[in-house]
């Protein structure tokens, strides 16, 4: 991953937008003081980028928790559709290098690594989805178990009939609406 540090400019103007969003959620983070979520990103440089990333790629970054065991902030989308930015893209790059034509861009993992992010497991999009309705029109990639990845599969997830539905696909696949929602630990 080639990691960035963002100028003064960039800087200010991504923690403005983050600070504006956590001041219009608080429900989402109610025990949690923008003042603290400040100070941890002003001291990681290249997490404050990689959230610059989940920005501009249509992911509307925000505080989900705080992490009592390691006392990190954890960031996820919350973008009402899976980010813009991050669809069209096959499972991982060994799906990429399997597909014969009609390649997509890159991968979601691949593309998660250079960001400096990870995907979403099931759980935590689970856990996502109890802070509002998300992907009724798109789906996200998650964290697939090696046991399945191995037998050339691939989970993914949406929200359809007020329901939250884990399915599978070939992880070679990808999708116009499929692509990944992103978690970053600061």
């Not at 992911?59 to 991050?86: K, N, Q, S, W």
Request: with cysteine.
């Amino acid at each position: 991953m080639e990691q960035t540090i963002l100028s003064v400019e960039q800087t200010q103007e991504q923690l403005t937008i983050l600070k504006t969003r956590f001041l219009a959620h608080l429900p989402r983070h109610s025990t949690l003081r923008w003042d603290k979520v400040e100070a941890r990103l002003r001291n990681n440089p290249s997490k404050l980028w990689s959230l610059y990333r989940m920005e501009s790629t249509g992911g509307e970054p925000d505080v989900f928790t705080l992490d009592a065991a390691t006392g990190e902030v954890v960031f996820f989308d919350f973008a009402a559709e899976t980010p813009f930015g991050r669809r069209n893209l096959c499972y991982d790059q060994a799906a990429l290098a399997s597909r014969k034509q009609n390649k997509p861009a890159g991968s979601a993992l691949e593309l998660a690594a250079d960001m400096g992010v990870s995907m979403l497991t099931q759980d935590e999009y689970r856990a996502l989805q109890t802070l509002g309705e998300f992907d009724r029109k798109t789906s996200s990639w998650v964290a697939t178990p090696e046991s399945i990845r191995r037998l050339g599969g691939a989970m993914f997830c949406d929200r359809r009939y007020n329901h939250v539905f884990t399915y599978h696909n070939g992880a070679e696949s990808y999708y116009g609406v499929r692509g990944f929602r992103a978690k970053l630990k600061v």
